[in-house]
């Protein structure tokens, strides 16, 4: 995978399939700290500690289209070769958090890439799901909530392409000002 958001689109969808009716998203980019934290919590079914512990196997997958399941082993790969390191927390009807750290300045980690984007195509994908994205950089921050976009503007709101291409220009710019301060 080119970047992490590569990386966030593919947990985000395993997300999905658990059957999530609700997914945050937290990006936090610490330089002082050295540090990128990604962390992914959904509300779906949720797994055993067995189905956790062998998560990193690349032959592993709940799925019955194919054998193997890379995403998430792909994921610790590049955690761990840039530094950092992934933690899966999961219990049957509790959902999953994912959160992956990297080291920030190392120079094997990915550019984070568009998660404006990534955020935005998942959201078009799912239109049902509620999503949140929290985006922090040094002490400054910014979040964003689908149900935000639908309480304002109605429920077909995050159908409306127009509208969600807007929401992706806004995130993309208080990204960028965040980064700035």
């Known amino acids: 995978m080119n970047d992490l ?5 593919d947990i985000v969808q395993n997300s999905i399939s658990a059957g999530a009716s609700r997914v945050v998203l937290s990006v936090d980019e610490n330089p002082d700290a050295d540090l990128l934290t990604i962390v992914i919590k959904d509300d779906g079914k949720g797994m055993t500690r067995e189905q956790v512990s062998r ?12 054998k193997v399941g890379m995403g998430v082993p792909l994921l610790i790969q590049t955690a761990r070769q840039s530094g950092g390191d992934v933690r899966i927390e999961s219990a049957p009807g509790r959902g999953t958090s ?3 750290t990297f080291g920030y300045s190392n120079i094997d980690r990915p550019p984070l890439g568009d998660v404006a984007n990534a955020l935005m195509l998942t959201v078009a994908s799912h239109p049902e799901m509620d999503f949140t994205f929290h985006y922090r950089y040094g002490s400054a921050e910014y979040d964003f909530d689908t149900s935000d976009v639908r309480e304002v503007f109605g429920d077909d709101a995050v159908r409306n392409l127009t509208v969600l291409k807007n929401i992706e220009e806004m995130i993309k710019d208080n990204i960028r000002e965040i980064r700035k301060s």
């Open 5 to 9: 958001s590569m990386h966030i689109i």
């Open 55 to 66: 998560l990193s196997d690349p032959f592993f997958t709940s799925r019955t289209t194919r």
């Open 98 to 100: 994912v959160t992956a």
